[in-house]
């Protein structure tokens, strides 16, 4: 079984996003909020794709 390792970078960045913009989504003003959810969103969207393709690397081919 093959795994690949270099999409590990997506998860640690996938999950950086969501612990940075967890706490910014409530703590900033109105206009900047919605940028901070879009990056939770974004970092928990990127985080199961590199599980995914850790997991079976050639998921897209």
């Not at 950086?16 to 913009?21: D, I, L, Q, S, Y």
């Amino acid at each position: 079984m093959h795994i690949g390792y270099q999409y590990l970078v997506l998860i640690i960045a996938g999950l950086a996003a969501v612990a940075w913009g967890l706490p910014a989504a409530h703590r900033l003003k109105k206009p900047y909020d919605i940028a901070a959810a879009l990056a939770v969103l974004a970092g928990v969207i990127a985080t199961m794709i590199g599980i995914l393709l850790t997991i079976i690397p050639s998921f897209f081919r």
